[in-house]
């Protein structure tokens, strides 16, 4: 699996957003299920699978360190969406 220094991501994947990322991930997994696809086919569309899958995990990573950072602050990001006491 593809790893957050994995050479092989281009510039752009570095800088897709995890929504992109996880649409495009699911439209590979789509096609995979489809059937149909040659052998060379169904290895380029798994391995570009992995590497959204690792672009995946590293937004849900971060997302996951920022909410612990902030629950060891006792702070929390509302948004400004309640009032304050």
Do not use: N
């Not at 929504?19 to 570009?48: I, M, P």
């Not at 690792?54 to 902030?70: M, N, P, W």
């Amino acid at each position: 699996m593809a790893t957050a220094d994995d050479d092989t991501e281009s510039p752009a994947d570095r800088a897709a957003s995890y929504e992109h990322a996880r649409d495009e991930l699911a439209a590979v997994v789509a096609r995979l299920e489809s059937g149909g696809l040659s052998l060379d086919e169904s290895l380029t569309l798994w391995e570009r699978g992995e590497q959204l899958a690792a672009i995946c995990t590293r937004f849900l990573d971060g997302a996951r360190e920022r909410v612990e950072k902030a629950l060891r602050s006792g702070t929390t990001d509302t948004g400004g969406d309640e009032p304050e006491a």
